[in-house]
């Protein structure tokens, strides 16, 4: 399984962005997923996750009610949009997946199988 993140850039405080994963390999809604971000010198951090029927959503506190995680079975996407944006959102984000029938802590990302290689956002104020 390979994933492919994209849609990051520079956006102004209060601004939005759409990052998406492209997922290949053994695909659809077998795996879960989740996005997490990370800033230099700092653990990476959840951000949001989705079941792999796409009904069930868990967020991180610090992004609830501004971000939105989806999945698009049908074309193998997972996508994370981001509204009102704020500088402390800035971070290299990643797209990682949970194989199906393996016990998943969407919250942990010693829970996930496979990782993209980063999109990174910029915040500015």
């Known amino acids: 399984v390979q994933l492919q993140a994209s849609g990051g850039g520079l956006v102004q405080a209060g601004g939005s962005l759409r990052l998406s994963c492209a997922v290949s390999?053994?695909?659809?809604?077998?795996?879960?997923m989740g996005w997490f971000r990370q800033t230099p010198g700092k653990e990476r951090e959840f951000v949001a996750a989705i079941s792999g029927s796409g009904r069930g959503t868990e967020y991180a506190d610090s992004v609830k009610g501004r971000f939105t995680i989806s999945r698009d079975n049908a074309n193998d996407m997972v996508y994370l949009q981001m509204d009102n944006l704020k500088s402390e959102d800035t971070a290299v984000y990643y797209c990682?997946?949970?194989?199906?029938?393996?016990?998943?802590?969407?919250?942990?990302?010693?829970?996930?199988?496979?990782w993209g290689q980063g999109t990174k956002v910029t915040v500015s104020s």
């Open positions: 990682a997946a949970r194989s199906w029938g393996r016990s998943w802590s969407p919250h942990d990302l010693n829970s996930y199988d496979y």
């Open positions: 390999g053994r695909t659809g809604s077998s795996y879960r």
